[in-house]
């Protein structure tokens, strides 16, 4: 009489643990021609157009922007990165995000201007993938004190310059302060 509830009390505690696990969970890759492992959010944190742009959310299909950290480990000596992707719609073009000053972080204590790492690794796969083929993919220099602050901030905002000379705003669309100190927890950075 309980054997047949047993598969069924199974299946749904399976169903409810892969339900649970985070899509931004972080991954650890080796890759094996440079033998650099890397650190790397399973997905990038998804930003939307602020509200501000809202009302060009209506009629248009919209510009997108994607961030995430990365820790690269080359043979124990550590060294981090922000990956920052922008994926245009027909919306406002974005400008150069690789140009200086193009792209600046706001978390709650101000502004943080972000600068284009001189030469991010080179590696056989990327830690993320680009949303769009199209779009613009960019890595910025990251220190463990700058991404204790970003995971210390309620509030983290992405601003582009636009090709117009105005500014793009992105919000976040999951709690970043939760997902980036579980990033920084599981790749065993600590408060010291």
Avoid at 9 to 15: A, F, N, T
Avoid at 36 to 65: M, N
Avoid at 103 to 128: N, Q, W
Wanted: proline letters at 6%; aromatic letters at 6%.
């Amino acid at each position: 009489m309980f054997l047949p509830r047993i598969p069924i009390i199974l299946l749904i505690g399976l169903m409810a643990g892969c339900a649970s696990r985070s899509s931004t969970k972080p991954v650890e890759v080796l890759d094996e021609r440079t033998a650099v492992t890397f650190g790397a959010l399973k997905q990038p944190i998804e930003l939307l157009p602020s509200a501000q742009d809202a009302v060009l959310i209506l009629r248009k299909r919209v510009t997108f922007a994607y961030l995430g950290p990365v820790e690269w480990n080359r043979s124990g000596t550590l060294s981090y990165g922000l990956w920052i992707h922008i994926a245009p719609g027909n919306d406002r073009q974005p400008g150069d995000i690789h140009a200086s000053a193009a792209a600046a972080l706001i978390l709650d204590d101000g502004p943080l201007s972000l600068s284009v790492m001189e030469e991010a690794p080179k590696l056989g796969r990327e830690p993320y993938r680009a949303v769009a083929s199209w779009g613009q993919t960019a890595y910025f220099d990251l220190d463990v004190g700058t991404l204790r602050r970003m995971a210390a901030s309620s509030k983290l905002e992405l601003d582009v310059r636009a090709a117009d000379g105005s500014t793009l705003s992105f919000s976040p669309t999951v709690d970043t302060r939760a997902v980036l100190k579980q990033y920084m927890q599981d790749r065993g950075i600590t408060g010291d």
